[in-house]
């Protein structure tokens, strides 16, 4: 026995002993790849030394003597933070994540081979200006600089996940940083999906004309000029605002990567001189897009020859996206500019090769394409195009349900252009020194579609940027539904003006803010858009900016975090009208008594969606189970695909708009059920899936728990055990319709998960453009051993920032280290 209990304790030691070798083992490879901002290096490519001082966030700030050497270190070191992600990107835009990740991502790959994005691409250099081609040069051989080292050095490949998934990486070009601009513009564009849900929910409806409440239209006319103080001091007295304004429609995916991906979102405000305390304008941007960790955005600060320029970047795109310079500051929201329209393409029933056009049978353009699959045989695609775009296959965005047998549809999207000039637009922002250089630079702009939001020393400004197509004003669908592609009047004719954008500079009132909001009123087909992603964030901004006749850099900062729902303010009283302190006194422990307490807790409520209370769950949860019981019998299966609540459709159901209260009767039951008895069964629903997954002592609960920021790795971050040292999760206040934007997932199991939000927050104050602040929402790293992977995220989520300087002796004054490259 004595035996075999010592060898039972050699091999247990042994285990141990071993368990611990490997977990040293691959912490030393992980390690490896861990950059050392500390040091000195030769490079080719360069005209003179390049300095790369990391301030304490590990901002790096870059010192050329030329724009060309600035943004060789710009690339330099988004490939020391980010090599990673940047190579994910690439190979997203190209369709070759198969390649690395196996058949799981064909889907993925084979969408992105019909839309050629990097094809394209490629074809857009020549239209770009010689110096932009210089600078994206410039930048690639700055990342390749970076590679370079790496190979050299045996710098752990890079990044901790080269070793998971090791597979050759090519040399970075020019095309893919302008094919990462064109992916970002599929991840802001959502009217393809818009599309689909719109004529699946027309073939559903037994009356379709009820479509006006489910996917309503914003009433009224657009804004973007916020009221004046003077003018609405009179409503500061009303307790609770009412809406009588839409809230976003139900958002589709932002593409087709992820289920729970959205269209992009975004706050921006300004205010002019006039409107500011200190004299000085004022800017705040919040661009929202989905959470990961790292974040997609990384702040940097570079020195051009017209000064310097700090703000928020995107790793493989050599330019600060959203940022300022010592005279202008810029913002960016999602326009939501209709700038996609489906085609229903009749095939030749005598040669499956072609399709109708206006003049007759014309065959298809067809390519084949060879998918390379990690442990699998390749596969061979053929692509085909019409006249107006890529034709998709049915299974691909639940098309199939919609395409008449004998035909397939097709996309025309702006962000399918091979002469996009969208570099030129980024790269002529970053050197305007004022509101009117700056729009004049946006005309370069195809896709994304933009609003920019400006403020330089003296003025404010608002513009669309991006590309408007040109639509026939007898168009059948008017691009709300595919159409026939056939038809002349259904295709584009060409693009519109730049001067159609919608333009607003230096508005009477002295402020400036969109949402993506309305903006605009006008008619088909000079109308932009008929989707708009917010009505409800807008009137929370409007009530913020006229409560103050002059602004801070700090009240901008309250208004950036400010976590009021204008939309439950709204709702509740017309979803409780009947229920509030009604109905007998019920003893503790019944259904009865649980609704009455939760009746009183919401009765008391401002509407704030604050993370420490349970009144947001509460109402979040009755509102999810009210939609879900008015549309259920009649979309059926449908429903589902509705997973955000729109405040608009519960209005009109509840004030009876049109007729809308006839989504309240069950039509497959026998009983006529009000909207009261609704509202009351929604609410048990609601408090039955609390209490089965949370308790029943309501007081006790937490939104924040719920409403998780889920920051995840991308690709680590379902890995057993890895997860948690990959994922970032913390607690957040805001929700769907706050101005501290919180999207929720929507999704079966976790509804409340925080997915989506301001992952860049800035505030520009040029009466004092150093006080000026930025953060991101999680760390400037992409390796998950560094220090600086998550140092930001708690910074984020307490609504704090870090300073935005331009002043050099300032960043080395708290500088983590010093990197200077020379040329070789």
Not at 45 to 70: K, W
Not at 330 to 338: E, M, N, P, V
Not at 493 to 501: D, I, K, S, T
Not at 770 to 787: A, E, K, P
Request: charge should be negative.
């Amino acid at each position: 026995m004595a035996t075999l209990l010592r060898w039972l304790i050699r091999i247990a030691g042994t285990l141990i002993l071993l368990s611990l070798l490997i977990v040293l083992a691959v912490y030393y490879l992980a390690s490896r790849s861990l950059p050392e901002y500390n040091k000195t290096l030769s490079a080719q490519g360069l005209v003179a030394p390049i300095e790369i001082v990391r301030d304490h966030a590990n901002v790096p700030h870059i010192l050329g003597q030329t724009d060309t050497d600035s943004f060789f270190g710009l690339g330099y070191a988004h490939a020391q933070d980010r090599l990673w992600q940047m190579v994910t990107l690439r190979r997203t835009a190209q369709g070759r994540l198969s390649e690395v990740f196996g058949p799981r991502m064909l889907d993925v790959d084979r969408l992105m081979r019909r839309l050629d994005l990097h094809g394209l691409a490629r074809e857009s250099l020549p239209d770009l200006k010689p110096d932009t081609r210089a600078i994206l040069d410039a930048y690639a051989a700055g990342v390749n600089a970076r590679m370079a080292e790496i190979n050299r050095d045996a710098l752990g490949r890079g990044a901790p996940e080269m070793f998971i998934f090791n597979a050759a990486i090519a040399p970075w070009n020019a095309a893919d940083s302008v094919a990462l601009i064109k992916l970002m513009a599929l991840q802001l564009t959502g009217h393809l999906n818009s599309e689909v849900l719109r004529a699946r929910t027309s073939l559903r409806l037994a009356d379709p004309s009820r479509i006006v409440d489910i996917l309503p239209d914003a009433p009224g006319a657009g804004i973007a000029r916020l009221p004046d103080y003077a003018a609405l001091l009179p409503d500061q007295a009303r307790p609770l605002e009412f809406a009588a304004r839409p809230a976003p429609k139900p958002i589709g995916p932002l593409s087709p990567f992820h289920s729970l991906a959205h269209t992009g979102a975004s706050n921006a405000f300004a205010a002019a001189p006039t409107r500011s305390a200190a004299g000085g304008t004022l800017l705040a941007a919040d661009p929202h897009l989905g959470f990961s960790a790292p974040s997609i955005w990384y702040l940097a600060r570079i020195e051009l020859a017209a000064g310097g320029v700090i703000g928020g970047s995107i790793p493989g795109i050599p330019a600060i996206m959203t940022g300022r310079n010592a005279d202008l500051g810029w913002g960016l929201t999602a326009s939501y500019l209709d700038d996609q329209d489906l085609h229903i393409e009749e095939i030749n029933p005598q040669n499956p090769n072609e399709y109708r056009t206006p003049e007759g049978f014309k065959p298809f353009k067809t390519r084949k394409s060879i998918i390379e699959i990690k442990d699998s045989a390749p596969m061979t695609i053929t692509l085909r195009w019409t006249d107006n775009g890529p034709v998709l296959p049915a299974g691909d965005f639940n098309l199939g349900i919609i395409t008449p047998a004998g035909h397939v549809m097709s996309l025309n999207w702006t962000g399918l252009s091979g002469d996009d000039t969208s570099m030129d637009a980024v790269i002529g922002l970053m050197r305007a020194k004022s509101v009117r250089a700056a729009i004049d630079a946006g005309a370069a702009m195809v896709s994304p579609s933009l609003n920019l939001m400006l403020a330089d020393r003296e003025e404010i400004a608002m513009k669309t940027i991006g590309a408007m197509p040109r639509r026939d004003a007898n168009h059948q669908s008017q691009g709300r539904l595919p159409s026939r592609g056939w038809r002349p009047e259904n295709r584009w004719q060409g693009l519109l003006p730049y001067r159609a954008n919608p333009e607003f500079v230096a508005p009477q009132g002295g402020l400036l803010g969109n949402t993506n909001n309305k903006m605009v009123e006008r008619p088909f087909p000079m109308h932009l858009s008929f989707e708009w992603g917010d009505t409800q964030r807008i009137r929370r901004l409007e009530r913020l900016m006229k409560s103050r006749e002059i602004h801070t850099r700090d009240s901008f900062i309250e208004a950036q975090l400010d976590s009021v729902s204008y939309s439950a303010r709204a709702v509740l009283p017309l979803i409780g009208a009947d229920l509030w302190y009604t109905g007998e006194a019920a003893p503790a422990g019944t259904p009865e008594r649980l609704r009455q307490r939760a009746l009183e807790l919401l009765a008391n409520w401002n509407g704030e969606m604050n993370e420490h209370m349970p009144e947001p769950l509460i109402y979040a949860a009755w509102v999810r189970m009210l939609q879900a019981r008015l549309i259920q019998d009649d979309l059926g299966p449908l429903a589902k695909e509705y997973t955000h609540v729109d405040p608009l459709f519960l209005e009109r159901v509840f004030r009876d708009i049109d007729g809308a209260a006839q989504w309240c009767d069950v039509a497959q039951s026998t009983p006529i059920e009000t909207c009261s008895d609704v509202s009351r069964m929604a609410l048990d629903d609601a408090l039955i899936w609390i209490s089965e997954r949370y308790g029943t002592h309501l007081e006790s609960l937490r939104w924040g728990d719920v409403h998780q920021a889920t920051h995840d790795h991308p690709v680590l971050g379902e890995v057993p055990l890895l997860r948690y040292f990959v994922n970032i999760r913390q607690s957040t206040s805001g929700g769907d319709n706050t101005l501290m934007r919180g999207l929720t997932s929507g999704a079966e199991n976790d509804p409340f998960e925080n997915v989506h939000g301001a992952g860049y927050r800035g505030v520009y104050d040029f009466a004092d453009p150093d006080s000026s602040v930025f953060v991101i929402s999680t760390g400037q790293s992409g390796h998950f051993l560094s220090r600086h992977y998550d140092d930001l995220a708690q910074l984020w989520r307490r609504g704090e920032y870090i300073p935005m300087s331009l002043d050099v002796d300032l960043a080395r004054a708290a500088a983590t280290g010093v990197t200077v490259i020379n040329p070789q």
